[in-house]
């Protein structure tokens, strides 16, 4: 496979449990904290849940987009806005057609229209301020072209927890076509009953705070957030290198217990990036803290990487964010990658209970206070996603590439 050209990531904004904003995230993110999950008995009937929530305040609705504001879209906004500077400039200098938009999300407006729908079987009558556009999937892109002024594509990926991790491979695809010359991607999700409910009848939920790769692992947190990032051909301190998707289709909700599809993904990024295994200074773990996920990745990691390779998965600190999953963490990686934000190199750290599953191949997971090597100035680092159906997404980021 021939490899394709590196694009720059000029600039990353995000909400999290963790945080808001770069700087913010950057100084909890490689000390480890689950500050940001908190238990709720308000989202699933009959039992408490652990969830990581965003605390942080969201900005308003702008107008022109008035008509389709919820806590979702809002979220996005407030990553959104943390780049607008940068995005403004890309608009002044390619023109606001020539300039897209690509999100992830998987529940949209969900929570409100959960509230209406509530509303409508006590009163008979929607409440006042709703519409559709609020819930809608789409919505989330149309809602941020509206508010930034872009006039390029502007469209939602909605493949479960792959979702905003595959709008990185559109918007190169959509700058390598000649649609763009710049395209502004990420994604948002957040929390609402039907996912937790959905989850919990799954027996995918566990009653506490969720133990990646542990034998004691028993379920995910589930998660809310948003991240957003500007593609372009230009120079930037971190470099979107590669990526592999596929779709194994081994099961509606299980993986392939041999980790093929996420081998296959993983294998096809390096590929796409012109990268040796040894070449990844971290993964960062799709690692979600189930049975059936967390021992088919690492047999997939297991088959491809040296057992050396720093892992570790982040949903241990904000859980899992379904939609805007592969976005967080790909914001995570950023930040792991820029030497403005981590000037000694740290490694976000695995948070569990330190008690490995001897059913699952060895993997070297991090601990607080390691740290990554930068070979001639250049450091190449992965990141993971992997959905329902077996929709599965690796994403290869770097420094010092050149582009």
């Known amino acids: 496979m021939t490899p394709r050209r590196a694009l720059g990531i000029a600039a990353m904004g995000l909400v ?9 995230v950057a100084r909890v993110l490689f000390e480890g904290s689950r500050a940001g999950l908190a238990a709720r008995d308000d989202l699933c009937p009959g039992r408490s849940v652990w969830v990581g929530q965003v605390t942080a305040a969201l900005p308003p609705s702008p107008p022109q987009a008035a008509a389709y504001d919820c806590r979702n879209n809002r979220m996005m906004l407030g990553a959104l806005s943390q780049i607008r500077e940068d995005i403004d400039i890309a608009i002044d200098r390619y023109g606001t057609t020539r300039v897209g938009i690509v999100l992830g999300t998987s529940t949209g407006g969900m929570s409100e229209q959960e509230d209406a729908r509530q509303h409508r079987m006590r009163t008979g009558n929607w409440p006042a301020g709703s519409h559709y556009r609020q819930w809608e999937m789409g919505a989330l892109s149309e809602y941020a072209a509206l508010a930034l002024g872009i006039g390029g594509p502007a469209y939602v990926i909605a493949t479960a927890c792959s979702a905003s991790a595959k709008v990185f491979a559109s ?6 076509a000649g649609v763009c010359d710049s395209v502004v991607v990420g994604g948002a999700d957040t929390l609402c009953r039907l996912t937790a409910a959905g989850f919990s009848s799954l027996e995918a939920i566990s009653p506490s705070p969720c133990n990646p790769f542990s034998r004691n692992r028993d379920g995910i947190n589930i998660g809310e957030g948003a991240a957003a990032f500007l593609l372009t051909r230009g120079d930037a301190p971190v470099q979107l290198l590669g990526s592999g998707e596929c779709s194994d289709a081994h099961h509606i909700s299980a993986p392939h217990p041999e980790g093929r599809g996420a081998h296959q993904a993983m294998r096809l990024a390096l590929d796409d990036a012109a990268l040796h295994p040894d070449d990844v200074a971290y993964i960062n773990l799709h690692g979600t803290g189930t049975p059936l996920n967390d021992v088919m990745e690492a047999k ?7 057992p050396s390779t720093p892992c570790s998965s982040t949903k241990a600190m904000i859980g899992h964010a379904l939609g805007a999953a592969g976005a967080c963490e790909a914001a995570f990686t950023w930040l792991t990658l820029n030497p403005a934000f981590n000037p000694h190199n740290r490694l976000p750290p695995h948070l569990w209970d330190g008690l490995s599953d001897p059913a699952l191949p060895a993997l070297h997971l991090t601990r607080a206070g390691e740290s990554y090597e930068v070979r001639d100035g250049r450091a190449a680092m992965l990141s993971n996603s992997f959905a329902f159906g077996g929709n599965n997404v690796a994403l290869a980021f770097g420094r010092g590439y050149t582009l």
Do not use: K
């Open 300 to 306: 997939a990691i297991a088959a491809l990487f040296n």
């Open 171 to 176: 918007g190169r695809r959509l700058i390598e």
């Open 16 to 24: 999290t449990p963790l945080g808001s904003g770069a700087e913010a």
